[in-house]
């Protein structure tokens, strides 16, 4: 069940990376794009190993302590009721978790290829504020470069043929939780 609700995130993304697209805005569909890779690694890490549900629950788990540790440790005191603090500390002291990354989501899939090369790269292309996420902020002119801002087309082709290639691997991949149903 679990596979198929990411492979259903991972079209709403690709959807809504289309959309982005539509618009110009290339960039922020690659931010989304990102996304629906980090997703069809998950459903597709699923199908091949049902054992990975609990490695993912793990790794939850061990987020929600993460941000629960740096909530009481970073936010002003002030902005935390009793109530808050208390459930805080709960999730500290109730939930441990081990790492399971999407990498390891990748190469359970057999998608190592992929992450190295379209996940890493959406992800200093746009995913992360990077040096190189800001390239498309300038043109290159015979005199140098010039700042740009608005929409635009850059990267357009590129961006659209990964989107359908992840749109395919989740249609490849509701196809198999299909064939185990039945």
Known sequence: MCSFLFF???????????????????QEAQVLLRTAYETV????ALIADPTIFKKLDSHNDKEDVKQARAM??????DQLSEKNKKYLKEVID???????????????????DLYSMVYRGLSSL?????????DRSFI???????????PTENQLIFTLSLIAQCLTLSI?????????VQ
């Open 8 to 26: 259903e995130r991972t079209i709403r993304a690709c959807q809504g990376a289309v959309r982005l697209c539509e618009i110009g805005m290339v």
């Open 41 to 44: 690694f998950h459903a597709s």
């Open 172 to 180: 490849r991949g509701l196809g198999d939780i299909n064939s185990r």
């Open 126 to 134: 746009a995913g992360h504020a990077t040096f190189r996420s800001l």
């Open 72 to 77: 009481l440790t970073d936010m002003p005191v």
């Open 140 to 150: 290159e002119e015979t005199n140098g470069y010039s700042l740009y801002m608005g």
């Open 94 to 112: 109730t939930r441990a978790g081990q790492t399971f990354s999407v990498h390891c989501s990748a190469k359970a899939a057999g998608m190592l």
